[in-house]
Each structure stands twice: as C-alpha cells, then as structure tokens.
Nanobody, 125 residues
Framework: QVHLVESGGGLVQAGDSLRLSCAAS????????MGWFRQAQGKEREFVSG????????KYVDSVKGRFTISRDNDKDTVYLQMNNLKPEDTAIYYC??????????????????WGQGTQVTVSS
C-alpha cells in the first residue's frame, strides 16, 4: 500500500504561484506513474498532469499547458506540481495519484490505484 500526502495548497491571488508536493510512504514511488487531478466544487474530478516513472514523459491538460510543471524526485519519493500564473478557474481540491503500471502517464482516473486526501487551492481574482 502506498500512502500519499499532498501539501502546498493555499489562498492566492490571480497571477501568483504555488508549488504542490506529494510525499509517498509505504513503497518507493519509482515504479509508479504519477498524476495530479483536481476537483472543483460541483464538478467531476479531472486530470491535470501526469509523469512517467523516470520523469522523462509528461502530460498536461490543455488549460494548464505553459503554466504548470510536474516533476518528481524518486530519491525523496516526492512528486511536485509547480503552478504559475494561477487563474480563478484553477480553484479546486488537488489530488495526487499513483498508478502501478509502466509507460506513459495516463489521463484516466481508473489508471491510478492510490490517492491522497487532497489539498485546497483557491485563486482569487
């Protein structure tokens, strides 16, 4: 079992930056694809970004391309999401997820078996 804990959320103004972290325990993260998802109030949970085992392949939803950057440090069992130029529409609970599979990061929620409890990001206009 992998236990994931997100941190770094908060209340910021439009145009500000935040860096989310996802720390894992229980098993090394190196053999998991990792993803960040978000869920705004009243909406479905959606894929934001994902990263392959070694970090060489990444994916982003179109709305965050050029603003968000996902990275991972397998030695620290931690995944990051650097969020720049935040917009009010980025307001959501952000979840970290780990998938027990090789290859490219996946967009589908059911590709990830392990989830964190989420961290709130609120962007005011």
């Amino acid at each position: 079992q992998v236990h994931l804990v997100e941190s770094g959320g908060g209340l910021v103004q439009a145009g500000d930056s935040l860096r989310l972290s996802c720390a894992a325990s229980g098993r090394p993260l190196a053999r998991f694809i990792m993803g960040w998802f978000r869920q705004a109030q009243g909406k479905e949970r959606e894929f934001v970004s994902g990263i392959s085992w070694g970090g060489g392949r990444t994916k982003y939803v179109d709305s965050v391309k050029g603003r968000f950057t996902i990275s991972r440090d397998n030695d620290k069992d931690t995944v990051y999401l650097q969020m720049n130029n935040l917009k009010p529409e980025d307001t959501a609970i952000y979840y970290c997820a780990a998938g027990e599979r090789f290859g490219d990061p996946q967009l589908q929620k059911n590709a990830y078996e392990h989830w964190g409890q989420g961290t709130q990001v609120t962007v005011s206009s």
